[in-house]
DNA sequence: CTACGCCCTCAAGCCACTTGAGGTTCAAGC
DNA sequence: GCTTGAACCTCAAGTGGCTTGAGGGCGTAG
């Protein structure tokens, strides 16, 4: 199948697949008249990139991951992967929750303090408060 | 100042204050034989800056917002920066906490159902499950 | 006058693509 | 056989918010 087709069934845009190729995620296929032309195993290794993709898997570690499905290491593997990924999910989790709180407690900052003064005076944009990085 | 003293005052590195300069956000100050001289009203716009980043605002974000300090418009307007952002902000969290119960959820599953098998056949990596971006 | 620290510019790298320019191949219809 | 249009090709640049590095200039203290 030609890549246009081989798009459309994994779910991915064409120049998706030339960069996956381009970067060494996806291997080179086979050419007619300089075109590229895929088997159907190809479906199913771009399928489980896009799968891992939505995931929200670095592509680095979608590389780690299609070399341990082609050793076929055993599953604990994929685990230890998901379980390393969920902690990185929950660990961004906290850090945006802390960011709402600062946040939500500045607009309300404003809305008790600032009674409708300028900008530059507003609650909201006073350095003063505790926000290191 | 020089450009090293007033990264200090304000907390950001030397290279950021050149890059803010170059895209436009900090203007650009007196020279003295070729070096950047800074008044102390760069501290407190590039304080303002890292405060705003501090709070993940972006960098055009930030530019509107300097724009309306500079114009000293009503607070309203930066109460309702702040609240679109915080929009923002949980919007995201919520986008992280559905891909958290995915992937726990795929997590559980390959304890419960995988029993060790290899990694092409876990749960996890199956690209049939719904997750549509 | 030398050594050192700070400064300068410009370019490239990060991530995961997308977009665009400019050109080639393929399949269908006449 | 010829034309048209879609799909394909490569290569380069853009996105965001910086960081890092190369290769050099300036200022001052000893």
Same mark, same amino acid.
């Given at each position: 199948? $030609? ?14 697949? $030339?960069?996956?190729?381009? *970067? ?11 075109? $590229? ?5 190809y479906v199913?290794?771009? +399928? ?5 993709? @939505?995931? @929200?898997? +670095?592509? @680095?570690?979608?590389s780690d991951?299609?070399? =341990? ?7 604990? @593997?994929?685990? =230890? ?9 929950? $660990? ?17 900052? %404003?809305?008790?303090?600032? %009674? ?5 005076? %507003?609650? *909201? ?5 505790? %926000?290191c990085r």
């Amino acid at each position: 199948m $030609r890549i246009g087709v081989l798009a459309k069934a994994a779910g991915v845009s064409v120049p998706t697949i $030339r960069y996956y190729e381009s *970067i060494g995620l996806l291997s080179a296929p086979a050419r007619q008249g300089g075109q $590229r032309v895929y088997g159907s195993e190809y479906v199913k290794a771009l +399928s489980l990139i896009r799968h891992c993709r @939505d995931l @929200d898997f +670095s592509l @680095d570690e979608i590389s780690d991951i299609l070399a =341990s499905v082609q050793r076929r290491s055993p599953c604990s @593997d994929t685990k =230890s992967f998901a379980e390393q990924h969920l902690r990185s999910i929950r $660990r961004k989790i906290a850090e945006l929750r802390s960011l709402e709180a600062t946040v939500a407690a500045l607009v309300s900052g %404003c809305e008790t303090t600032c %009674c409708g003064s300028a900008a530059p005076d %507003c609650v *909201i944009l006073q350095p003063s408060q505790a %926000c290191c990085r």
